[in-house]
């Protein structure tokens, strides 16, 4: 038994090969192309209504409880923004910043998130963000150190430049808007 040498067989192999790959090739599907959605004018995105409050009055100490005239201001946080609609709490993860919010948080049955307490405000509009909760009324306790630079985080200017240490009254309502953001500061 010979065996015949066939050159044309082995010439044809490389057009074969690069047919078959041509096929498997055109036989993939397409990617999908990705489309632009446009940003339409009803959006949401940055835009909400935000309470933001120092937490209540506090023992000395890092991380604190509420003193019994802190737990009576909670209360009358509670009491002050009850009807207004809040969607979400936005507290840190001291003592004194939950407990502040625990009134509103168990009697109006609100979800809260916790946000880092950052001298910049980068946290709490991340989380806002990541939670999708833009178009919302959010409620936000804050520090002393943290309330000013939070209301310009929001890109509105700030009606104080700081917070003393024993001042726990204060509320800023900062209204965002696709236009502007305002703030108006009352005390509760």
């Given at each position: 038994m ?30 999908p ?22 937490h ?73 963000t990541r ?19 939070i ?10 430049t ?27």
């Amino acid at each position: 038994m010979s065996l015949h040498y066939k050159p044309y067989l082995y010439s044809m192999r490389p057009i074969l090969l690069f047919s078959l790959i041509g096929l498997m090739m055109a036989c993939q599907p397409k990617a999908p192309e990705k489309q632009v959605i446009p940003v339409s004018d009803d959006t949401t995105f940055l835009t909400g209504t935000v309470y933001l409050v120092r937490h209540a009055e506090r023992y000395e100490g890092y991380d604190s409880t509420l003193t019994p005239e802190g737990r009576i201001r909670a209360g009358k946080l509670y009491q002050e923004l009850k009807d207004s609609g809040i969607n979400k709490i936005y507290i840190t993860r001291f003592r004194r910043s939950i407990e502040t919010a625990d009134s509103f948080r168990i009697l109006g049955k609100v979800d809260t998130v916790f946000y880092l307490a950052d001298t910049t405000g980068e946290s709490l509009i991340y989380e806002i963000t990541r939670h999708e909760d833009w178009g919302k009324h959010l409620l936000v306790i804050g520090h002393a150190n943290t309330i000013v630079p939070i209301i310009k985080a929001f890109g509105a200017k700030s009606p104080v430049t700081t917070i003393p240490d024993k001042d726990f009254e204060h509320m800023f309502v900062i209204k965002k808007e696709k236009a502007e953001t305002t703030v108006q500061e009352r005390c509760y």
